[in-house]
């Protein structure tokens, strides 16, 4: 048993629930109509922009591998129009609600106003401590990665060894997964999550092979990004992809842990 060869992970296109979201960050709540704030969230589709994304990942995707071993996506309505959009050539897609977004519990269709008002502390701790922050009845990104990511992984260390895996998911997840395959130290993926923003259709390519002598590893150990972006000057979507990172997982002396304990001042 191993882990696959390959693992890209995607987050879907711009949905619609993305769109009143953001909306209510720059300070137009006129989205959060009743009719809106009842949409279960697994029921969200696309926006016309968000399905642009997902055509344009597409093709990147097939020209890094044509046909991939398992396709994967969660079983959320925006991942699954995601997933049939990017048109990946004979896939087969498999729903697994190990993929879902992190659940956000009685605040996922509440206005920023609303979430200060009746959850004050609440509040408080989503701004001070956001990786083990729950919301009300919800999951932190610290319980997605300990319970979903890890099964997942699990799944495919029996199943996908050595393969080619794909999996369409939400931007949460990817957080998780990101936390876990990488071995980040909480204030590593404090300093990642809020330097690299994973946008709508961003993939996080993970691999075995070394990108620059092929060797293959036991481990998934280099990674890069891809995300589409709109071109100003031609009007088109294209991929911008980083360059490759290794990672290894982190071993500590004694003398690590002192020096990490001594960048946070007492607070008595």
């Not at 979201?21 to 300070?27: D, F, L």
């Amino acid at each position: 048993m191993g882990m696959p060869m390959d693992l890209y992970l995607v987050r879907h296109g711009e949905s619609e629930a993305n769109v009143i979201v953001n909306a209510g960050q720059h300070g137009d709540n006129s989205l959060f109509t009743q009719d809106n704030v009842t949409v279960p969230d697994r029921s969200w589709r696309l926006t016309a922009k968000g399905r642009k994304q997902a055509y344009c990942v597409g093709r990147w995707l097939v020209s890094q591998q044509h046909l991939f071993d398992r396709y994967m996506v969660s079983p959320y309505v925006r991942t699954r129009e995601t997933a049939a959009t990017m048109a990946l050539p004979k896939a087969r897609w498999e729903e697994t609600r190990v993929l879902r977004e992190r659940s956000w519990g009685e605040i996922s269709t509440v206005t920023q106003d609303e979430f200060k008002t009746n959850y004050a502390r609440n509040w408080m701790f989503k701004k001070t401590d956001p990786l083990y922050w729950c919301p009300p009845a919800g999951e932190s990104i610290a319980d997605v990665a300990e319970n979903r990511v890890h099964n997942l992984l699990t799944a495919l260390n029996r199943r996908a060894e050595a393969q080619s895996v794909v999996a369409v998911t939400h931007g949460d997840f990817m957080l998780a997964m990101m936390l876990t395959l990488e071995d980040l130290s909480d204030e590593e993926f404090l300093r990642r999550a809020a330097a690299e923003s994973i946008t709508n259709c961003t993939c996080l390519h993970y691999s075995r092979r070394d990108p620059v002598s092929g060797r293959t590893s036991e481990r998934i150990q280099w990674e890069q990004t891809a995300r589409p972006v709109l071109n100003a000057d031609t009007g088109r979507w294209q991929v911008e992809v980083s360059a490759w990172r290794e990672f290894q997982r982190p071993i500590l002396s004694n003398g690590d842990l002192v020096d990490v304990v001594q960048t946070v001042d007492p607070h008595l």
